[in-house]
């Protein structure tokens, strides 16, 4: 099975600075015959469903803010938040779908200072 | 308008079984692989069982394998998930999602989750 390993567990950040997650898998999670990485971000608001931010590492789903990004490839990838706003706090959460089980990571408590 | 609406969950006690649906609409269900994830209270979420678009392929995270049951009626818009012989480590909110492409693609729609209790 891929691990999924997030850092760091908990994070605070003040309103409008930047906030940044890592995501590490055991293994490789890029796809070579097609060059996508297959590795997604969610957010998870208290009592709510997870929604998803960024997919194929860096591809931001349709409605998701700017401020929000992805990057990284193969093992190491990162979650940016360029200027985080109130509505930000949340639990984010990294998948990979290279292979079942399809895991994610243990997740990041995201705060504001 | 995507929507899933999962039912089903409750109460009930251990080796028991549940039947988990999830009804959609707002799309062409027949053409998408769904998942079911699951938290269990406080925890992170864990993926549990992804079926394809017309359910000749499914998938298992080993510790349900044998004892659940993904399956889908394309004809009602309906994914199920024939929990069996429960356990109280199976007590989780369940989710049911809509894959942005294969099942090996990200989940862009959830539905609010269905809780179930094993005790």
């Known amino acids: 099975d891929i691990v999924m390993t997030q850092s760091p567990d908990s994070l605070a950040v003040s309103l409008g600075e930047r906030a940044t997650i890592n995501c590490k898998s055991s293994?490789?999670?890029?796809?070579?015959?097609?060059?996508?990485?297959?590795l997604a971000w969610y957010q998870q608001k208290s009592g709510q469903p997870p929604r998803l931010l960024i997919y194929?590492?860096?591809t931001r789903q349709s409605g998701v803010p700017d401020r929000f990004s992805g990057s990284g490839s193969g093992t190491d990838f990162t979650l940016t938040i360029s200027s985080l706003q109130a509505e930000d706090v949340a639990v984010y959460y990294c998948?990979?779908?290279?292979?079942?089980?399809?895991?994610f990571g243990q997740g990041t408590k995201l705060e504001i200072k | 308008e995507v929507q899933l609406l999962e039912s089903g969950g409750a109460l009930v006690q251990p080796g028991g079984s549940l039947r988990l649906s999830c009804a959609a609409s707002?799309?062409?269900?027949?053409?998408?692989?769904m998942t079911w994830v699951r938290q269990a209270p406080g925890k992170a979420l864990e993926w549990v069982s992804s079926?394809?678009?017309?359910?000749?392929?499914?998938f298992y995270v080993d510790s349900v394998k044998g004892r659940f049951t993904i399956s889908r009626d394309n004809s009602k818009n309906t994914l199920y998930l024939q929990m069996n012989s429960l356990r109280p480590e199976d007590t989780a909110v369940y989710f049911c999602a809509k894959h942005v492409a294969g099942i090996n693609s990200a989940t862009n729609d959830w539905g609010q989750g269905t809780r179930v209790t094993v005790s």
């Open positions: 079926i394809n678009h017309n359910g000749a392929n499914t």
């Open positions: 998948q990979q779908g290279y292979s079942n089980p399809y895991t």
């Open positions: 194929w590492a860096s």
């Open positions: 293994q490789s999670v890029l796809l070579s015959s097609n060059n996508k990485n297959y």
């Open positions: 707002g799309f062409t269900f027949s053409s998408n692989d």
